[in-house]
């Protein structure tokens, strides 16, 4: 129960952050959002292996299938296989996620450096498990020190 309201706090931290969005792949939506490290608490931070400092931030992602008659309203979370990378003007970096699991929540995580008020890209490939689609996810952020 502890660790399920750390996560919650861990997300509801994201969201007030830097509002969450979506994306939809078909019938799999895919919820994202960037967070500066230096908004977790830093227990929260601890006890997810998240390093904070001010030119840290997270992507945070997660898939939902919606399904018409399903459970929870057709709408069920629902793990992946994914790989990503971010870049600016001068470098690139791999993304390694590490996936969270709570309760029916299944969350991605990645963290990544950046520098005060630059434009982050992300490209990221995702398969849902069980699909026979592996979908790719762009966008871009900016990023600011506070």
């Known amino acids: 129960m502890k660790t399920l309201l750390l996560l919650f706090v861990l997300l509801g931290v994201a969201s007030a952050a830097s509002a969450q969005q ?9 919820h994202y959002s ?24 997270i992507l945070n992602l997660a ?10 309203g057709g709408d069920t979370a629902r793990s992946m296989a994914l790989e990503g990378r971010t870049w600016d003007l001068i470098q690139s970096q791999a993304l390694e996620f590490r996936e969270i699991r709570e309760g029916k929540a299944i969350y991605y995580i990645a963290e990544f450096k950046f520098i005060d008020e ?6 990221v490939d995702f398969r849902p498990q ?5 979908y790719t996810f762009t966008f871009r952020h900016q990023l600011y020190i506070d």
């Open 34 to 57: 960037v967070v500066n490290t230096t908004f977790l608490e830093p227990q929260v931070a601890a006890r997810y292996g998240i390093t904070r400092g001010e030119k840290r931030a």
């Open 63 to 72: 898939l939902r299938e919606h399904l018409e008659g399903g459970r929870d």
């Open 118 to 123: 630059e434009w982050r890209f992300f490209e």
């Open 22 to 30: 979506s994306e939809m792949f078909g019938p799999f939506e895919l």
């Open 130 to 134: 069980g699909a026979d689609k592996t």
